[in-house]
Each structure stands twice: as C-alpha cells, then as structure tokens.
C-alpha cells in the first residue's frame, strides 16, 4: 500500500492545527481498489518476467538504502535493544516485500513480517520470494565452485552461510489491515518465552500473561501512512481513518522498541505532529508500587538525512523519515 504515487499533489497542511496537521484532499491513491489494481498488474508482470519484482517505492530518493543504513547503524550501537540477529520488524503495507528482502540480504535474522490490506500486493511479495529462492540454488553452486580453490576461504564462507541461511529462511506475508486487522493476528512470534532480549526486559508481567504480547522491536512505514492519509473513510466518530493509525502503530510496539515511518506527503514537523506525544498513542494510568502514574508515549529520536531543495526561499526535502521510540515517562502520583 506504500508508493511514491501516493504523493498528493497538493502541498501538506500548510498551517498546522495545535493538535494535528490539516487533512490531505482525498484520493483515488488512498482506496483499496486502486492498490489492488497497481498490484494485479505487477502479477501479471512478474509472472511474465520473474526478473521484474515491482515498483521499489522512493527509489529516486535511495530511501531504501538509506534506511537499512540507519538501521544497521542502530544495531551496531545497540540502540533501543535492537539486535539485527533476533528484532522482530513489523512492515506496514508491505507492497512487493522488497524492504523486508533488503533486510534479509542484510543479515537480519529475527522474525521478518510484511503486511498490506491488498491481497494482491501479498500474492506479488510471496511469488517475488519465491523467485528469489529458486535463484538461489544457482548462485550457491558458483559460490561453492570459487570456495573449493582455498580450503581455509571455503570454511569461512561456510560460517558465513550458515549465520545468513537462519535470517533467510522466511519472511511472513500475511494479509492484514493496519486500521481494522485484529492485533491478534499479528502478534510477534515467541521462543523461548519472549521475540528477544530487548522484548523480554521490556514486557510487563501482564504482558506476558498474554494481554498485549511482546510487541515488535521494529515497525516501519514507508509511504503506508501517505496512503492512509488520502483516504476519505471515516470512523465510528466521523473521524478521518489516518488519526487512528499512530495509535495502532504503538499497540503494535513494544516499550523501547521503534517506530521508523518515510513519507512524501508530510514534512518532518508535520509527522512530528502526527506521531510524537501521547495524543497519537494510549496512555498507561496504571499506578506504580511507589504511587507515582507512568505515561507512554511515542518520542522523535532520530532522522534520515536527504538531499535537500530550496523554493521561495524555504528549505525542504523531497520525502522524509522519522524515527520514534515508545517510551514510558514516570509522573507524579
């Protein structure tokens, strides 16, 4: 459900409320049918040519290099309790899969799970998989006949293969509405007791008995949010259906685990206003042992820079990626 199409060509809110930023008109972009129509296509395309997996969305803008960058940066530092061997990553409107397969070329190895409202979209993200598995019996071959020439190079390779093969060995597709889906359908996979090290610290005891589940050590967005935004549906309350969506974004987390949304519709501050504090997200009221109340909440920690522009004498940039910790905030009594 993400794409670069999704870009309305009307500026985003130009003047902020206090609360949220001004609604996006309307759009075909932001229906169902116009995804399962993008995506029936790229079927038909795919089953014609394997080679042809679909539109990487924000390529012109090398987001999805830039993003796997930021995230092994993350990882490496050990920010957040993120492990790239074990997080459990979330991707919301999953689209072709292709940022899920960066990710698992990359070396993450937890629990990888794409999801999208449109069938077709997982029907094109488990056939390109596919594709990418058949291929690689060929390319182990040539990589097994350059390994015989050292025997010593051969036995790291092996290493190397075997620590690979265990983050290759699936990536989940399933299809599933972020705004309506039950979270139940989607809740982390558990071994051992917990989806890793990170979740297991962070989870409560009610948690654990099943409440609310682990949660994802990693959501990502990149360009679901656009989408959801040009929507017209409304909800029970005659609200627009997009400013519910921050708030199922933190159900989906867990304590200290993250949430890293790209956008072209929305600029930096704008997706600050859409996603940071407690109004997009659930407050905990539950009292602590010593009185005191805790709040949780989505806090901006960290940015993807991009090449930036100047119009009218304004600087900006053509998308922009955000990144938010769930974070819990002690209170006064």
Known sequence: ??????????????????????????????????????????????????????TVWFDDS?????????????????????????AAVLDLG???????????????????????????????????????????????????????EEEEEEEEKKEVEEGENEGVVEVD???????????????????????????????????????NGAGYDLVLDKGTFDAVSLSDERDAQGRRVCERYGARVFELLRPGGVFLVTSCNWTETELREWFEGTETGSRSGDNNNDGATTTVMLR?????EYPSFSFGGVKGQTISTLCFEKVVVGGGP
Not at 64 to 79: C, H, Q
Not at 300 to 304: L, S
Request: proline share 4%; glycine share 8%.
């Open 300 to 304: 901006k920690v960290g940015r993807i």
């Open 62 to 86: 090398d987001a999805e290099a830039k993003i796997l960058s930021f995230l092994d940066e993350t990882a490496e530092r050990g920010d957040y309790g993120i492990d790239r061997r074990k």
């Open 94 to 148: 999953c689209g072709n899969g292709s940022l899920l397969f960066a990710l698992r070329d990359d070396g993450w190895a937890g629990q990888l799970r794409g999801v999208d409202y449109s069938p077709q979209s997982v029907a094109l993200a488990r056939k390109v998989d596919l594709s990418r598995r058949r291929q690689q019996p060929q390319q182990q071959q040539h990589q097994q006949q350059d390994e015989e």
């Open 1 to 54: 459900m993400s794409s670069d199409a999704a870009c309305s060509n009307a500026s985003a809110a130009a003047a902020a409320s206090a609360a949220k930023p001004t609604h996006l008109a309307p759009s075909k972009l932001g229906t169902k049918q116009y995804w399962d129509d993008i995506y029936t296509t790229e079927l038909t395309n795919h089953a014609a040519n394997p080679e042809d997996e679909g």
């Open 173 to 211: 597709f399933k299809v599933w509405d972020v705004l309506r889906g039950p979270l139940d359908d989607v809740r982390v996979v558990v071994v051992d007791g917990f989806s890793s090290p990170a979740a297991a610290a962070a989870t409560t005891e009610k948690q654990q008995e099943g409440e």
